[in-house]
């Protein structure tokens, strides 16, 4: 099958799954229904390919393509050589895109079928992954499954996490059929990590390219802000004696929001939760979340400590009181620059930073040399219904991954 073929037929299979009848965006949270189904497509994508796919116990994903003991003998290779994995993820945020992290797997997908129809034999293992939980859409942690592999975080912290419904992630695990002790993905034979994803920003489009390549990612993270006051009747109660923490934090959404771009930097009160939640009474309790992204460490502890000091500052004139818990906070990532520059060379792709997390993000700091392709997205539009990539720019993505893969397993 031509690769647009393939390419588009796997797209329209994956394009009903946790798709919302009335936003067109998709909710594809992980060990639920919708992601559930993406990962059994992926075993039998997989299995239609001849690859056999190993399930860890949380739910990450690989299957490995073996090099024929010619070739690798040929090329001089032991079977002890480490081999290369790439992929993405299948889990979307809430109201999500079609793209952020399927295209990553759909491709990988369609580049085996590319390198098999030019004939090519890998002399390495080359392995397709799926990472479980990459949002942090359900669970709060970004990249949870590469973290748990990473060791990054631990499966004793990792359980005990909530979903917004109070679900810990140890039943939620165990309700999805899987069962932790039975192991994580080994990452002893991944010499290289490559992820092709949509960009999320407006780089490629801009350059008037359909490809690149990535240099580092921005440090970001996660902080809840629990803002506590006084419930109290909306009408009775004087202005001048409310204790209103919803006042509090607009006021800190404000100043977050000034603050990042007065420093060139990024802040988001995307979500928030208030107790309880009436219309007719001053709430007892706003919990906010703030995901801020900086271009350095040092920028970001800055901005969050000034958005903190000014929250402060408005809850002593509030009478209301403030608690900051960081959930997520991922360090800068310098993916490795001479495999950039190797890989960059084969399509004369741009290496461009960006500000959105990956699993790439995650086992580069683990020490795996790590590559990311993008791929253009012609608004820049992303987490959000409307991210789009253009089929001809992800069949030039295919293509781009598939020149990669050629490159590190020959
Ligand atoms: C993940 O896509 C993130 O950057 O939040
Ligand atoms: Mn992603
Ligand atoms: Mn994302």
């Known amino acids: 099958m031509p690769t647009?073929?393939?390419?588009?037929?796997?797209?329209?299979?994956?394009?009903?799954?946790?798709?919302?009848?009335?936003?067109?965006g998709y909710f594809r949270q992980p060990w639920a229904t919708a992601e559930s189904e993406l990962r059994a497509w992926f075993v039998e994508?997989?299995?239609?390919?001849?690859l056999t796919v190993e399930t860890d116990g949380v739910g990450n994903q690989v299957a490995w393509w073996e090099p024929a003991p010619s070739v690798q003998e040929g090329a001089q290779r032991s079977s002890r050589d480490p081999g290369v994995l790439t992929g993405s993820h299948l889990d979307s945020v809430l109201d999500g895109g079609a793209y952020d992290g399927?295209?990553?797997v759909v491709s990988a997908l369609a580049a085996v079928d590319v390198l098999r129809a030019r004939g090519f034999e890998p002399s390495r293992p080359l392995g397709l992954g799926v990472f479980v939980e990459e949002e942090g859409s359900r669970f709060g942690r970004a990249c949870l499954g590469s973290r748990l592999v990473t060791g990054a975080t631990t499966w004793e912290e990792a359980r005990e996490l909530r979903d917004r419904d109070g679900v810990l992630l140890g039943d939620a695990v165990a309700d999805a059929g899987l069962d932790p002790s039975t192991g994580l993905l080994s990452l002893d034979r991944v010499g290289t990590f490559v992820e092709l994803h949509v960009e999320q920003g407006r780089d490629l489009v801009d350059r008037d390219v359909a490809v690149g390549l990535a240099s580092e990612i921005w440090p970001h993270g996660r902080w809840r802000f629990d803002f506590t006051g006084q419930a109290n009747h909306a009408g009775t109660t004087r202005m001048e004696d409310r204790h209103d923490p919803m006042l509090t934090y607009a006021m800190t959404a404000l100043a977050a929001n000034k603050q990042a771009r007065l420093s060139g930097q990024r802040a988001t009160f995307g979500r928030i939760a208030v107790e309880p939640n009436g219309t007719n009474a001053v709430p007892s309790l706003v919990t906010a979340w703030l995901d801020a992204r900086a271009s350095s460490d040092d920028d970001l502890a800055t901005l969050v400590e000034a958005v903190r000091r000014q929250a402060d500052d408005r809850a002593g004139r509030d009478g209301t009181s403030l608690v900051v818990t960081p959930e997520s906070v991922s360090g800068s990532v310098a993916f490795d620059a001479d495999l950039a520059a190797r890989l960059a060379s084969l399509g004369d792709w741009p290496i461009i930073p960006t500000q959105a997390g990956h699993d790439a993000g995650i086992l580069s700091a683990a020490g795996i040399p790590t590559a990311m392709v993008f791929v253009r997205n012609p608004t820049g539009v992303s987490h959000s219904p409307d991210e789009h990539a253009e089929t001809a720019d992800c069949l030039a993505g295919v293509e781009a991954l598939a020149d990669v893969l050629e490159e590190l397993t020959r």
Do not use: H, I, K
């Open 4 to 24: 647009s073929a393939g390419f588009e037929e796997m797209w329209r299979d994956l394009a009903p799954v946790g798709r919302s009848a009335s936003s067109g």
């Open 45 to 50: 994508q997989c299995a239609a390919r001849g």
């Open 102 to 104: 399927p295209l990553g």
